[in-house]
């Protein structure tokens, strides 16, 4: 794909905004129009489903796909010689980390929420296991029930029984809306993604891992906060859960803000 999706919105240092899921910005309003009233906020939709694609065939996604795109983006937005924040959730702060790790000349800070980086635990083969079973569930016995599957795995906690009348869903049920295509197209590619905690480590000053608070105990806030002292980064709390951004927009906004301006004090390093 070589046409860009974004929205810009406010006024400020550029905020570029990377959703999780399959990249549909869906239930981030509420965070972003808080976000615009101190920064530039530029929304990336890496797949254009907010912008008429929904319902068109997609292709298995590559975390370097979403990255390159973020990066075009950026480019297309700053201003020669500026750099940009970045956030991150989910899917979108795995790209986020492949970003910061190829391409930190023209990120200031990046926060990247709850990242299933799942290759940096001690029990990655068994995590990702879980992810190709989500997928499995799904092909088998449809949304509901993979969704579940899911919910189960991020808990920690054993998966009820698939329902005795459980339908495979449909080839259009598959691209009717972004839950599928994220289950199908990106779930399992992003999650066997390992991060380069090399450059990473040597980017540390630059890069906050983040974790919802009602998170805790959960897989991605383990996943989280041990790639965090992998790579000697920061590492931070956000209201709510894996969607605190969605769950509570205003306050998950306010400390995103406090957690990037300061960043950019003197001594921070811009560039490599």
């Given at each position: ?48 489903l907010a912008h008429g694609r929904l319902g068109e065939p997609v292709e298995d996604q590559r975390v ?123 779930l399992r590619q992003f999650t066997a993604y390992e991060p380069d905690l090399t450059a990473l480590t ?71």
């Amino acid at each position: 794909m070589t046409d860009l999706y974004y929205e810009v919105c406010g006024g400020g240092p550029v905020l570029l905004v990377v959703p999780g899921g399959a990249g549909h910005p869906m239930g981030l309003d509420g965070m972003t129009e808080r976000l615009a009233t101190r920064f530039t906020v530029v929304t990336y939709d890496p797949l254009g489903l907010a912008h008429g694609r929904l319902g068109e065939p997609v292709e298995d996604q590559r975390v370097r796909t979403w990255s390159e795109g973020a990066r075009r983006v950026l480019d297309a937005v700053l201003p020669d010689g500026e750099s940009a924040y970045v956030f991150g959730s989910s899917s979108g702060a795995i790209a986020a980390l492949d970003l910061l790790a190829r391409h930190p000349q023209r990120l200031r800070h990046v926060v990247a929420h709850e990242p299933p980086v799942v290759a940096v635990l001690d029990d990655a083969a068994v995590q990702q296991a879980m992810f190709t079973e989500v997928y499995e569930v799904y092909r088998a016995a449809g949304l509901e029930a993979a969704a579940a599957r899911l919910g189960a795995g991020l808990t920690e906690r054993t998966p009820d029984e698939l329902p005795g009348d459980a339908q495979p869903p449909s080839p259009a049920d598959e691209l009717s809306h972004p839950m599928p295509l994220f289950l199908t197209r990106v779930l399992r590619q992003f999650t066997a993604y390992e991060p380069d905690l090399t450059a990473l480590t040597a980017l540390s000053p630059r890069l906050t891992l983040g974790a919802g608070v009602d998170s805790r105990g959960q897989l991605l806030h383990r996943t989280a906060s041990l790639a965090a002292e992998l790579s000697g980064s920061g590492f931070a709390e956000f209201p709510g859960g894996h969607v605190g951004a969605v769950e509570h927009p205003v306050e998950f906004a306010e400390q995103l803000a406090e957690t990037l301006l300061p960043a950019c004090a003197p001594g921070v390093p811009l560039t490599t």
